[in-house]
């Protein structure tokens, strides 16, 4: 057999190769919602998985940005709990008051967002340990501000976000407001990370950060930026779950770990220099389809909580061990 013949007959499975088993994973995990309840295959069941998934695919995305340049982003959780607590404490039960709540809810997450990129670029903290304290502290700012429960009500005209779906749209006859927003954010991500220097930029960081510093790039803004995207993806996260579900002390809870997983699931590597937008919304759809099916089969939270742990290390020992072969 000549060269270019074994070429061409294992061009296959080189190709299979390429493709990340989170696209295949999450064919069968809907395959499976299909099975189990067959209305999931509609437009309008497309549509709600879709929209379940929203939150965290934006999450996700901007955890994107931090993790390829080496770093990580724990504050993600809190800083979606204080966006819905902090909204429904600002609003106040006055409609009126409902884009002043938001806009400052926004500034906020930059402001965390920037004190964090600072952190880690001037101060040489590392991002998990600056990220860490964060969390905790955002956490506790939110709870001391609303008096350690859910205080305020969030008025129609924020919860649209979460809740309201246009019907009568061609092809898809309905469309969640909640997936124009996903689609919108993910749209913009793809065309910064893929599409102008900086993401390019970010990987060179994540790659080699001395090199990256050596060669003229402005590693500090670089990282600086990355946070600043991942802190405003937090807070769009939190004005979807509050429209969907209204304020409550835990809604942000354990996003960050999956945004991580979801990451991991996508390609994204852990140490730095590697990642797609594509990969990421497919690993954080990949999540959801599993929760989904472990919520039909009827698993209890804290046995899907010991599910999720377990993919998060079967994935990083994935991407480690991938790493490995392909050197």
């Not at 670029?121 to 590392?126: A, F, G, Q, R």
């Not at 996260?237 to 991580?260: H, M, N, R």
């Not at 377990?310 to 050197?327: D, H, P």
């Amino acid at each position: 057999m000549t060269a270019i013949g074994s070429a061409a007959r294992f061009a296959p499975v080189r190709l299979l190769g390429r493709i990340h088993p989170s696209y295949a994973a999450l064919l069968v995990l809907l395959i499976a919602i299909a099975f189990l309840t067959p209305n999931f295959l509609s437009p309008l069941g497309v549509m709600a998985f879709l929209r379940r998934g929203a939150s965290l695919a934006i999450v996700s995305v901007g955890q994107l940005f931090v993790l390829s340049m080496g770093g990580f982003d724990l504050s993600v959780g809190s800083l979606i709990t204080l966006a819905v607590m902090g909204s429904a404490l600002m609003i106040n039960n006055d409609p009126a008051l409902t884009w002043h709540a938001i806009a400052l809810v926004y500034l906020m997450g930059i402001g965390s967002g920037l004190f964090l990129g600072l952190v880690v670029s001037y101060l040489k903290v590392p991002s998990i340990i600056a990220s860490l304290g964060a969390l905790l502290s955002i956490k506790g700012v939110a709870l001391a501000w609303s008096g350690g429960s859910p205080q305020g009500y969030l008025p129609d005209n924020f919860r649209q976000f979460g809740r309201v779906t246009y019907h009568d749209v061609p092809i898809i006859q309905v469309l969640p407001m909640s997936v124009v927003v996903l689609a919108v954010f993910v749209a913009i991500c793809a065309w910064l990370f893929h599409g102008t220097t900086f993401g390019r930029l970010a990987l060179i960081v994540g790659d080699n950060p001395r090199a990256a510093d050596l060669a003229g790039v402005r590693v500090r803004l670089v990282r600086i930026v990355g946070f600043l995207v991942s802190a405003v993806s937090a807070v769009t996260a939190g004005i979807l779950l509050g429209g969907f579900a209204g304020p409550a002390q835990d809604v942000g809870d354990g996003f960050e770990l999956q945004a991580i997983a979801a990451n991991v699931l996508g390609g994204t590597q852990l140490l730095g220099g590697r990642g797609s937008v594509a990969g990421v919304v497919a690993g954080s759809l990949t999540l959801t389809a599993l929760f989904t099916v472990l919520n039909l089969i009827g698993l209890p939270k804290p046995l899907r909580d010991a599910v999720q742990g377990g993919i998060l290390i079967a994935a990083v020992a994935y991407s480690v061990r991938r790493q490995g072969w392909e050197k």
